[in-house]
């Protein structure tokens, strides 16, 4: 009943910019609360790993391989959150994931809290 979904992926040369969305809807229902939120990326043969990480109000930690050039940003009437990419390297090449710890939601009169959603990834390739 809770989804995450993910878009602005893309392919871009290095150096180049791109700026994911992932936006949290419920089925006929209303969100009240996303805690914590991040974006994930996994890469062909690795494993997942974090890129950033964004709290409620604000805060922000960052992988030391995307500093000073990845910003992680919410705007949480819209239940949304943003990474905008700049400076991009063929290394950051992957499927980039959306992911909330914990949804407050209301369906049918009924209040709700699911934990550890994630979208359906969004592909981002640098190209040398």
């Known amino acids: 009943q809770v989804r995450l979904v993910e878009s602005g992926g893309g392919t871009v040369q290095s150096g180049g910019s791109l700026r994911l969305s992932c936006r949290a809807s419920v089925t006929s229902g209303q969100i009240s609360l996303i805690d914590g939120m991040a974006w994930f990326r996994q890469a062909p043969g690795k494993e997942r790993e974090v890129v950033a990480t964004i709290t409620t109000h604000g805060t922000t930690n960052y992988a030391d391989s995307v500093k000073d050039r990845f910003t992680i940003t919410r705007d949480n009437a819209e239940n949304a959150m943003y990474l905008q990419m700049n400076s991009l390297k063929p290394e950051d090449t992957a499927i980039y994931y959306c992911?909330?710890?914990?949804?407050?939601?209301?369906?049918?009169?009924?209040?709700?809290?699911?934990?550890?959603?994630w979208g359906q990834g969004t592909q981002v390739t640098v190209s040398s």
């Open positions: 992911q909330a710890d914990r949804i407050d939601y209301r369906v049918r009169g009924t209040n709700a809290v699911g934990r550890h959603y």
